[in-house]
């Protein structure tokens, strides 16, 4: 796996720019002991599981159109990536040149959130950067900030229209929100985000044998959200096919 120190290489062959979305779009995330279902009370202190969580890294955004058209246009894909990758329709925000060949965002759609992307594309492309999608775990975490357990409702506040896009028409750009103490946006609202666990999922724990082994996670609530209730962090995520897309998932990506 890449890291932010073997991305220094670029400063002598590509003028830098992989070394600069590296400084400036993650955020470290530092080790520690997590409990995720800390605050379901009607399970016992021996079905509270606490993990150790590793130092990792994650994007302190959502990955953008703009994002994601740069990875088009270097990877190529053909008609069999596409239907892969995007259920063989482009992601809203972003279009096609056939004069020029090349994938190019729709103006003033360049900092939205990719959405119509699968869990296959998400890989796919967090491979491309060097990283990988998060665990469920890590991503959890996270948006705790950090902290043995969840204590706000929403990533960073109790208040979910401080830091989430929720009850909306559509996402909105990424970092509109207030961050987490982390410096994370999203985290709540906005779009749904991929992770890599499915049926391994572990936060699940006792519920896993009933998962599908096709479904992954993603993350709880996004701009369909009608009520705060369903941003609640404590609600995790829900279960989709692998091979799905849709206009309210997203995703981000986490470095070792």
């Known amino acids: 796996m890449w890291n932010c120190r073997l991305f220094l290489l670029s400063l002598f062959v590509f003028n830098s720019p992989v070394l600069m979305w590296c400084q400036n779009n993650f955020i470290i995330i530092p080790g520690g002991k997590f409990t995720p279902l800390k605050n379901w009370e009607f399970l016992s202190d021996a079905e509270q599981i606490t993990y150790t969580v590793n130092q990792f890294q994650l ?66 492309y967090c491979k ?63 779009v749904s985000e991929w992770i890599e666990n499915g049926k391994d999922s572990c936060v699940i724990c006792e519920f896993r044998s009933f998962v599908d082994k096709d479904l992954r996670m993603a993350s709880n609530g ?3 959200s009608l009520q705060d209730i369903f941003l609640n962090l404590n609600t995790f995520g829900i279960f989709r096919l692998s091979n799905q897309c849709s206009n309210d998932v997203g995703f981000r990506v986490a470095l070792n």
């Open 59 to 124: 994007s302190k955004y959502e990955t953008t159109n703009e994002d994601f058209a740069r990875f088009l246009n270097t990877v190529m894909p053909d008609s069999t990536d596409m239907a892969l990758f995007c259920c063989g329709v482009l992601p809203p925000g972003i279009v096609y040149d056939k004069s020029s060949g090349k994938y190019n965002c729709t103006p003033g759609l360049e900092n939205y959130p990719v959405t119509n992307v699968s869990w296959f594309g998400a890989r796919t």
């Open 128 to 190: 491309w950067k060097g990283g990988r999608l998060p665990a469920d775990v890590e991503w959890s975490y996270a948006a705790a900030e950090g902290k043995h357990y969840f204590t706000y409702k929403y990533s960073g506040s109790n208040i979910a229209s401080d830091v989430a896009v929720y009850n909306n028409r559509g996402p909105s750009e990424v970092g509109t929100k207030n961050p987490n103490s982390l410096g994370l946006h999203d985290m709540s609202g906005n």
């Open 222 to 224: 996004n701009w369909r």
